[in-house]
Nanobody, 121 residues
């Protein structure tokens, strides 16, 4: 079992930055690939970024490439999402997930409760 708790969301102006954190409980955190997803009002949840358990591979949605960076600290059971050059269209609830990541698919076993990110224009 893995429990995930996101933090770091908030209100920021366009062009600004935020860093999201996802703290995981459970001894098996380091065995899971970790991902970030987001869901904007009236839209389906979409993939944002993922990092493999060994940190050897990262994957990003085209819409965030070059602006967002995913990282993890297995000693702290935490995964991060550094978001730079934020745009109003990045406004969404951001969710952390634990599962198995491949280049074109993230199969999530566990989800966090989400944290709101609002980017004002």
């Amino acid at each position: 079992q893995v429990q995930l708790v996101e933090s770091g969301g908030g209100l920021v102006q366009a062009g600004g930055s935020l860093r999201l954190s996802c703290a995981a409980s459970g001894r098996t955190f380091s065995r899971y690939d970790m991902g970030w997803f987001r869901q904007a009002p009236g839209k389906e949840r979409e993939f944002v970024a993922a990092i493999t358990w060994s940190r050897t591979s990262t994957y990003y949605a085209d819409s965030v490439k070059g602006r967002f960076t995913i990282s993890r600290d297995n000693a702290k059971n935490t995964v991060y999402l550094q978001m730079n050059s934020l745009k109003p269209e990045d406004t969404a609830v951001y969710y952390c997930a634990a599962g198995v990541s491949e280049p074109s698919l993230f199969d999530a076993d566990y989800w966090g409760q989400g944290t709101q990110v609002t980017v004002s224009s």
